[in-house]
C-alpha cells in the first residue's frame, strides 16, 4: 500500500480524535469538584456528546458520498477546536454542555469523513489501511491522558490540556485545506433510497449492533476509568489517567497487529477472536480486586478490543465498495449511538449502586459483542449472499 500526503494528513486526523476522545475523562473529577455534578449529569455530559456525534456522523457519511469528503472533514476540523477551546473558556455548567455538543459534532464529521476517505484510498487491502489509521488514533487516546497529567500536575492548570488538543485540529486544516480530494466515480448512482436498504440488510443490521456495544463499552472505558479508580480503589489522579493511557497502548499495539492479521486470517474470523478475547478480560477486570492485575488487564482488553473496529469497517467496505461513505457513515452513528447511551447507562446506574456494579454495563456489551460476531461469521460462512441494493 503506497502512502501519500493525503494518509499523513488523514493519520493526523485520527491522531487529533484520539486526543479529543480521551481528554475529558480524565478532567471529569475535577468537573465533579468545581461544579459539584453528579453521576447522572456526567453521564448527560457523556450523552450530549454522543448525540450530536450520532446526528453528525451519520448525516456528513451519506452526504459525502453525493458532495465529497473534503468540505465534512474541514467542518468536523473546525468544530472540534470551537469545542475544546470554550472548554477552556466555559465557567458554567450550560457552557460544559455547548462545548462537548460541538466537539461530538466535529469529531463525527471528521471521523465518518475519514473512515469513508481511507475505504477509498486503501484499494484491496483495506484491513491494513484503515488498521494504520486506527492506530494513530490509539497514538493519540493514549497521549491524552499522559498531556493531561502534565497539565493539571505539572503546570498546574488541567484546561491547558483542551488548547494543546485543540492544536491538532486546527493544524489539520490548514494542511488539508490546499489538498484536493477526488471524488470516487461510481459506475452506480447513489440513492437515498439505497440508504433504506442497506439498514435493512442482514450483515449491515449485524455490523450495527456490534457496533453500537463495542464504541459503548470504549466510550465508558475513555470517559469513566479514572473516575471509576479513584472512587473503588482510591488511586491517585495520575494513576487512574495512567491506566487510561496503558489501555489505548494496548488498543494501539493491537490495532497494528491485528490489521496485518485480518488480512491473512480473514475478517470473521479475528472479530471472533477479538471480541471473544475482550468479553473475558473484561470479566476478569470486573472480578479482580488489586490495581497492579487490574492495570495488566485493561493492557490486554485495549488489545483485544483495538482491531474490532477497523475490521468491521474493512469487511463492510469489501461487501459494499461503491457505497463507502454511506456505510462507513452509517456504522459509525451506530458506534455513536452506543458512545451516547452507554456512558450515560453506566452514569445512571452507578448513582443508585455504585460505580463497582456501573461496569457491568459495558461488560454485558462486551458480551451481546461476541454473540454478534458469531452470528456474522456463521452468516457469512454458510456462503449467503449479501443482498444486491438494485
Same mark, same amino acid.
Given at each position: ?5 493525503? $494518509? %499523513? ?16 475523562? #480524565?478532567?471529569? #473529577? $475535577? ?8 453521576? @447522572?449529569?456526567?453521564?448527560?455530559? =457523556?450523552?450530549?456528546?454522543?448525540a ?6 451519520l ?7 453525493? %458532495? ?12 472540534? &477546536? ?16 455547548? /462545548? ?17 476517505? =481511507? ?30 497529567t502534565?497539565? /493539571? ?10 488548547? *494543546? ?14 489538498v $484536493? ?16 436498504? !442497506? ?10 449492533l ?11 472505558? &475513555? ?13 491517585? $489522579? ?5 491506566? +487510561?493511557?496503558? %489501555? ?27 471480541? +471473544?478475547?475482550? &468479553? ?12 497492579? #492485575? ?15 473496529y ?17 456505510? @462507513? ?13 452507554? #456512558? ?18 459495558p !461488560? ?6 461476541? *454473540? ?9 460462512k ?5 443482498? /444486491?441494493?438494485?
Amino acid at each position: 500500500m503506497t502512502i501519500t500526503k493525503t $494518509h %499523513f494528513i488523514g493519520y493526523l486526523g485520527f491522531i487529533a480524535l484520539g486526543l479529543t476522545n480521551t481528554i475529558i475523562g #480524565p478532567a471529569i #473529577p $475535577h468537573l465533579i469538584e468545581e461544579y459539584g455534578l453528579s453521576f @447522572s449529569l456526567v453521564g448527560a455530559l =457523556f450523552f450530549i456528546q454522543g448525540a450530536f456525534y450520532f446526528t453528525s456522523v451519520l448525516s456528513a457519511g451519506v452526504a459525502s458520498d453525493f %458532495f465529497g469528503k473534503k468540505p465534512f472533514l474541514l467542518i468536523g476540523a473546525s468544530l472540534m &477546536a470551537v469545542g475544546l477551546i470554550s472548554f477552556i473558556l466555559g465557567k458554567t455548567e450550560l457552557s460544559l454542555f455547548i /462545548s462537548v455538543a460541538c466537539i461530538g459534532t466535529g469529531v463525527g464529521a471528521l471521523d465518518g469523513g475519514l473512515n469513508g476517505l =481511507f475505504i477509498d484510498i486503501s484499494g484491496d487491502q483495506k484491513g491494513i489501511g484503515l488498521g494504520l489509521l486506527h492506530m494513530c488514533f490509539g497514538i493519540g487516546a493514549l497521549s491524552g491522558p499522559l498531556i493531561f497529567t502534565l497539565s /493539571s500536575s505539572s503546570l498546574l492548570n488541567w484546561r491547558l490540556a483542551f488548547f *494543546f488538543t485543540a492544536c491538532l485540529p486546527i493544524l489539520f486544516f490548514l494542511l488539508l485545506f490546499p489538498v $484536493h480530494l477526488s471524488k470516487v466515480e461510481n459506475k452506480e448512482t447513489i440513492r437515498l433510497s439505497d440508504v433504506t436498504l !442497506l439498514l435493512k440488510n442482514r450483515i449491515i443490521i449485524q455490523f450495527i449492533l456490534l457496533l453500537f456495544v463495542y464504541v459503548g463499552a470504549e466510550q465508558v472505558i &475513555a470517559g469513566w476509568l479514572p473516575t471509576y479508580l479513584i472512587n473503588t480503589r482510591n488511586v491517585a $489522579h495520575a494513576t487512574g489517567s495512567l491506566t +487510561l493511557s496503558l %489501555f489505548f497502548v494496548g488498543l494501539t499495539i493491537g490495532r497494528l497487529l491485528t490489521g496485518l492479521i485480518s488480512e491473512k486470517v480473514g475478517y470473521s474470523q479475528t472479530l471472533v477472536i477479538l471480541s +471473544l478475547g475482550s &468479553a473475558v478480560f473484561f470479566f476478569l477486570i470486573f472480578t479482580v480486586q488489586s490495581i497492579n #492485575p487490574m492495570i495488566l488487564l485493561f493492557i490486554l482488553l485495549g488489545f483485544f478490543l483495538s482491531g474490532i473496529y477497523p475490521t468491521v469497517m474493512a469487511q463492510a467496505g469489501c461487501i459494499f465498495p461503491q457505497y463507502s461513505g454511506t456505510v @462507513s457513515g452509517v456504522l459509525t452513528a451506530a458506534g455513536g449511538f452506543g458512545g451516547m447511551l452507554l #456512558p450515560l447507562g453506566m452514569g445512571v446506574v452507578s448513582d443508585y449502586v455504585g460505580l463497582k456494579v456501573g461496569l457491568l454495563v459495558p !461488560l454485558i456489551a462486551t458480551i451481546i459483542m461476541f *454473540f454478534l460476531t458469531i452470528l456474522s461469521f456463521n452468516y457469512l460462512k454458510k456462503g449467503n449472499k449479501v443482498e /444486491s441494493l438494485n
